[in-house]
């Protein structure tokens, strides 16, 4: 029989939320545990059930992520993003505390395994499951609001998942399962920590993740470590290593057969050839990258980490190769293209896209525009919370504040007051 219900529906009925009035219960908790002001009626929530329900109000839209730990895109509502729509006056900020709060609810949703062990403390393939859907909405949080605000929560899972592995009883398959969910998790914070912009605490987070890769011979996630690594150290002005480490994570990538994979580090290791100026290398790689990407249909499927490679990071990439050789002219299209392919699930991205490209268009003389540009994007701000993305604003308002022009001024003190 073919299953009728709307995908809120079944997410309702999947968390025990089918009765309108256990739902709105659970909606008014999460509300009041995420400090959102905001109430819901029955007759609201009727409507958010019909086959084509109406976009929910920001507030609402926030604690339906958190409650559900997903985008609510995916639950049928008509998007943006919350980030894409939230009110903010010039120089407000979220505090990184309020999406802490919101995403508590997520986490703890996940969370359900290392919590409710029992007397027995039997770890199972259930614990497994939850603790990996834990790391899931992880990772939708962090892509929409960024490494700043969600560290600490990947941190706590990180904590939950090594007291699950230290107090548990289970079987050997359950503990690798357990073991291998550890490194994962750990290479998330990580990568939260980068995004963060607190590199000597990712760095030690990426051993910890190694560590675990070598323990277990794991070649998915030593390609995960390397690849990332690899970026932290492009990041880091550190070209000759990120080269190294992108061509370790292809070596052992090869025998995997995933295309994206493979083009994903082909890209990475494009970025660090550029960093050693040598951009005949770094276009070489990067037309390998764009070719494998074509072919992401042919081979094996791409490891869910690596799920945002694709046409826009490949645009971004090149707009920075150009940038990076000076050719900021040539850069814009392509940082332009990047901006209008980026899914709105990614609101970080989208939020260093707009900046890379007002970047990018005050260098190549499109002062105006790109003043424009840097000065529309604090409306996106409101809700991301991510070291990197403030770095890229404060690069902006640095190039911004050197140029002698009226709307230069204007969005040089609109870009002053929201960093401090």
């Known amino acids: ?23 709105l219960r659970a909606f008014e908790e999460t509300a009041r545990t995420t400090g959102e002001t905001v109430a819901l009626t029955d007759r609201q929530l009727r409507r958010w059930r019909k086959p084509d329900p109406p976009r929910p109000h920001p507030r609402s839209w926030r604690v339906l992520h958190a409650m559900f730990g997903m ?12 980030g894409a729509t939230v009110d903010a006056g010039r120089g407000q900020r979220r505090e990184g505390a309020d999406v802490d709060r919101r995403a508590f609810v997520t986490d703890s949703l996940g969370a359900t395994a290392g919590l409710a062990l029992g007397s027995s403390h039997a770890v199972g393939s259930a614990h497994v499951v939850e603790l990996r859907a834990g790391l899931r909405s992880l990772y939708d949080l962090d892509n929409a609001y960024g490494g700043d605000a969600v560290r600490s929560l990947a941190v706590r899972h990180l904590r939950r998942i090594s007291r699950v592995i230290n107090t548990g009883t289970y079987a050997d398959a359950i503990g690798r399962q357990l073991q291998l969910l550890a490194g994962e998790t750990a290479e998330q914070c990580a ?11 990712a760095r030690r987070y990426w051993g910890q993740a190694l560590t675990t890769a070598t323990m277990l011979r794991d070649d998915g996630l030593e390609i995960l470590v390397l690849a990332s690594l690899s970026m932290q150290a492009i990041h880091e002005n550190r070209p000759r290593d990120g080269v190294d480490l992108a061509r370790a994570a292809h070596q052992r990538a090869v025998p995997l057969g995933s295309p994206v994979l493979l083009s994903l580090i082909a890209a990475r290791e494009a970025r660090a050839l550029a960093g050693m100026r040598d951009h005949a290398g770094a276009r070489k790689r990067l037309a390998d990258s764009m070719r494998l990407s074509d072919r992401d249909s042919r081979g094996r499927p791409t490891p869910d980490w690596a799920a945002f490679h694709g046409p826009a990071e490949l645009d971004f990439t090149q707009g920075l190769l150009y940038a990076e050789a000076g050719h900021h002219k040539a850069a814009v299209p392509f940082l332009r293209a990047a901006l209008t392919r980026q899914d709105r699930a990614y609101g970080r991205n989208r939020a260093l896209y707009r900046l890379t490209l007002a970047r990018g268009l005050v260098q190549a003389g499109e002062v105006d525009e790109g003043a424009a540009e840097a000065a529309g994007c604090l409306e996106h701000l409101a809700e991301v919370e991510s070291g990197r993305v403030q770095r890229r604003l404060t690069e902006v308002r640095d190039l911004l504040d050197g140029v002698d022009a009226t709307i230069a001024r204007e969005s040089t003190e609109a870009l002053t007051d929201y960093i401090q």
């Open 71 to 82: 985008c609510p895109t995916a639950l049928g509502f008509p998007g943006p993003v919350p």
């Open 191 to 201: 990568w939260l920590y980068y995004d963060a912009d607190e590199q000597d605490t």
């Open 1 to 23: 029989m073919t299953d009728r219900r709307t995908p809120f529906d079944r997410e309702c009925a999947a968390r025990g939320w089918g009765q309108p009035s256990v739902f």
